[in-house]
């Protein structure tokens, strides 16, 4: 079994600045690739961000790219989420997930997800 605990939330102008954590706990991962999804009110989750924890090969999307950048802390067993010049559209529960495997995008084919934390970005 996988625990995963976000942290680092809040609200925060736009353009301003929020690292998001990922704390993982219950297995080795070196084989997992882990992720950063977000779900705004009314709206479908959404893939931010990923990993591929051995090789630290990342990916991201559109709206996020040159903005945000995914890491990982292989000795604390934690990812990153830095979050740049945020915009009120960045408004959302953050959520981290893992997976068996690469890194992907598809929200389905993760197995293992936290309780989320809020991001709210005032204009």
């Known amino acids: 079994q996988v625990q995963l605990v976000e942290s680092g939330g809040g609200l925060v102008q736009a353009g301003g600045s929020l690292r998001l954590s990922c704390a993982a706990s219950?297995?080795?991962?070196?084989?997992?690739?882990m992720g950063w999804f977000r779900q705004a009110p009314g709206k479908e989750r959404e893939f931010v961000a990923a990993?591929?924890?051995?090789?630290?090969?990342?990916f991201y999307a559109t709206s996020v790219k040159g903005r945000f950048t995914i890491s990982r802390d292989n000795a604390k067993n934690t990812m990153y989420l830095q979050m740049n010049s945020l915009k009120p559209e960045d408004t959302a529960v953050y959520y981290c997930?893992?997976?068996?495997?690469?890194?992907?995008?598809?929200?389905?084919?993760?197995?293992?997800w936290g309780q989320g934390t809020q991001v709210t970005v005032s204009s």
């Open positions: 997930a893992a997976r068996d495997g690469v890194a992907i995008s598809l929200a389905t084919r993760y197995n293992y």
């Open positions: 219950g297995r080795t991962f070196s084989s997992y690739a």
């Open positions: 990993i591929t924890w051995s090789t630290s090969s990342t």
